[in-house]
């Protein structure tokens, strides 16, 4: 059973940083996706990020590129999410998931991954 664990959420005022960590653990072999999503009260999922832990290519969504990264250290299984220049609209509760090989990176709907951690939640203040 894969199992992810995330960590790194708070609050933070905008134009701050902040970073996140998914940590993975069952998998049995090393190709799988991984990615983040979000979701704030009242608004819709927006996928975020996604990544392959072969190709290490990262795809984003149009409202966080050029301010978030994601990044994978694969000895580790962990997956990070850098958010620089955050703003207000970026508060939300912050979702790791991930698929194994096969998967898809795009379009970017995390939350069709077969496994997803319990959230943190980022809070950004004006």
């Known amino acids: 059973q894969v199992q992810l664990v995330e960590s790194g959420g708070g609050s933070v005022q905008a134009g701050g940083s902040l970073r996140l960590s998914c940590a993975a653990s069952?998998?049995?072999?090393?190709?799988?996706?991984m990615g983040w999503f979000r979701q704030a009260p009242g608004k819709e999922r927006e996928g975020v990020a996604t990544?392959?832990?072969?190709?290490?290519?990262?795809y984003y969504t149009d409202s966080v590129k050029g301010r978030f990264t994601v990044s994978q250290d694969n000895a580790k299984r962990t997956l990070y999410l850098q958010g620089n220049s955050l703003k207000p609209e970026d508060t939300a509760m912050y979702y790791c998931?991930?698929?194994?090989?096969?998967?898809?990176?795009?379009?970017?709907?995390?939350?069709?991954?077969?496994?997803r951690g319990q959230g943190t939640q980022v809070t950004v203040s004006s």
């Open positions: 990544i392959y832990t072969v190709s290490g290519r990262p």
């Open positions: 998931a991930t698929h194994p090989y096969p998967c898809a990176l795009v379009p970017i709907r995390p939350w069709d991954y077969k496994y």
């Open positions: 069952g998998y049995t072999d090393s190709r799988y996706c």
